[in-house]
Antibody, heavy 120, light 107 residues
Framework: EVQLVESGGGLVQPGGSLRLSCAAS????????MDWVRQAPGKGLEWVGR??????????EYAASVKGRFTISRDDSKSSLYLQLNSLKTEDTAVYYC???????????WGQGTLVTVSS | DIQMTQSPSTLSAFVGDRVTITCRAS??????LAWYQQKPGKAPKVVIY???SLESGVPSRFSGSGSGTEFTLTISSLQPDDFATYYC?????????FGQGTRLEIK
């Protein structure tokens, strides 16, 4: 059974940093592209970014709203995905989900999400 | 960026009704579109991918159609479990974008 479990969320002040983790199991993590998606309270879904697999050199893509502030990384030996959030703004407050992507076919598996609250 | 526009934003319907949600892309995305169902406090769940392919385990009352810029999600006979928010998503180019969502309510 595919499982994705996020952790690392919490309350952080504006300008602060946080690192989110996503532990994967039930599939060959190294084969897959992985994404982060967020959802602000009461709002819609917003794609954050993607890391490709080793075969595609672990290259990354980011939404313009987070580029230069957020960094996606992965450790295939630990079947783990990470999101480093720097220079946080109040508008980054959201539930952050990791998702396993199917290239052009959408996100077939999602974690339960972890809440990041940016507030003074 | 490709803009995804869903209509309607809110839809009220009865159990047993047939409903259709529309998603329009600001430029052609071929068939690279997915539909998600989300219930309060839960992660989204894919119901349709590649515009018309039914995700494994999803009831056959869900169907998707379209290509290019116009897509539809149809639920043939609404069941109580179907009342949720639905999002479309384009997987054609970066940045990946979602529609604003359609809230499906019980009438």
């Amino acid at each position: 059974e595919v499982q994705l479990v996020e952790s690392g969320g919490g309350l952080v002040q504006p300008g602060g940093s946080l690192r989110l983790s996503c532990a994967a199991s039930g599939f060959t993590f190294s084969d897959h592209y992985m994404d982060w998606v967020r959802q602000a309270p009461g709002k819609g879904l917003e794609w954050v970014g993607r890391t490709r697999n080793k075969a595609n050199s672990y290259t990354t893509e980011y939404a313009a709203s987070v580029k230069g502030r957020f960094t996606i990384s992965r450790d295939d030996s630990k079947s783990s995905l990470y999101l480093q959030l720097n220079s946080l703004k109040t508008e980054d407050t959201a539930v952050y989900y990791c998702a396993r992507s199917g290239s052009y076919s959408g996100f077939h598996y999602w974690g339960q999400g972890t809440l990041v609250t940016v507030s003074s | 960026d490709i803009q995804m526009t869903q209509s309607p934003s809110t839809l009220s319907a009865f159990v047993g009704d047939r409903v259709t949600i529309t998603c329009r892309a600001s430029q052609s995305i071929s068939s690279r579109l997915a539909w998600y169902q989300q219930k309060p406090g839960k992660a989204p769940k894919v119901v349709i991918y590649e515009a018309s392919s039914l995700e494994s385990g999803v009831p056959s009352r869900f169907s998707g159609s379209g290509s290019g810029t116009e897509f539809t999600l149809t639920i043939s006979s609404l069941q109580p479990d179907d009342f949720a928010t639905y999002y479309c998503q384009q997987c054609h180019s970066y940045p990946i974008t979602f529609g604003q969502g359609t809230r499906l309510e019980i009438k």
